[in-house]
């Protein structure tokens, strides 16, 4: 039987964790959980401590993605699940990521319903990361950030280089997996009312939010987001140049400056995409 490890990133999450951990622990009694306490100044740690729990504390803090990392590497399961420190989401449903894993998928997330978003803005937002992954991907992908998920741990490790330290992993890690042909599937959840503030920051993270879409482009294949652009700088220098021919009889500076935007964008695109396959090869 598979080691399994439970690995959760807190950051002030004393409350939350104080009544996860128990049920986590009774939902699955012989895992090794690991809290990742993201540099909190609250109870976490010793919230740990009272339940037999092992807690990573870092100094100050590095990130979401940082504590996955981190919690990556200590862990010593064959087995990893992700789970959110602020009480979203149930232990109950950590049985049922673990018996899809079991079919042959070496990745299962938790996908939230409409109802589980965190505010219209979050949903509108993830409708559209979700749609445009399905269509850079050519699989359904049904939450793109969620962070509720189960991975097989060799094949997560691989991309640990990748993750970035904030709150984009999600993204990164679906993205990689489904680049390397890694099998990907979803189970269905419900996320509960997070306990206490978020972390998230609507004004600063909205910027952080539209780099994401152009991540998920450039993680999977960049030629899918520069070919189109290439072709509408093309279209737009051809477009000027037919009505300057007729009106002024000649090709005009703004023509041929859109001509050598569209030749820029698709190299870029053509080396962009030797750069992400080079990503890709095993990390020593």
Known sequence: MNQLSIILPAKNEAPALAVLLPQLRAAQPQAEIIVVDDGSTDDTRNICESH??????????????????????????????FMDGDGQ????????????????????VGARDWGSQAGVGRGIANTLYNWLATKMTGHPVLDLTSGFRA????????????????????TTSTM????????????????????????IRPLKDGIRFLLIIFKIAT?????????PASAVFFLAGFAN????????????????????AAVVV???????????GLMYRPYK
């Open 52 to 81: 037999g729990v092992q807690c990573l504390s870092s100094p100050y803090s590095m990130g979401n993605g940082a504590a996955i990392k981190r919690g990556t590497r200590a862990a010593s399961g064959d087995i990893l699940v």
């Open 89 to 108: 989401h149930d232990p109950a449903d950590v049985a049922r990521l673990l018996d899809q894993l079991n079919r042959g998928y070496d990745m299962v």
């Open 151 to 170: 991975v097989r741990a060799d094949k997560f490790r691989e991309f640990l280089h990748l993750l970035p330290n904030g709150f984009s992993y999600p």
């Open 176 to 199: 990689a997996f489904f680049r390397s042909a890694y099998a990907v599937a979803y189970v269905p959840i419900k996320a509960a009312q997070r306990v206490g503030k978020s972390h």
């Open 219 to 227: 993680l999977y294949s960049p030629l899918k987001l520069f070919v």
């Open 241 to 260: 140049y037919t009505y300057t021919l007729y009106a002024y009889h000649r090709l005009t500076n703004m023509s041929t400056l859109l001509w050598s």
């Open 266 to 276: 698709f190299l870029i695109g053509l080396v962009s995409e030797q750069i992400t």
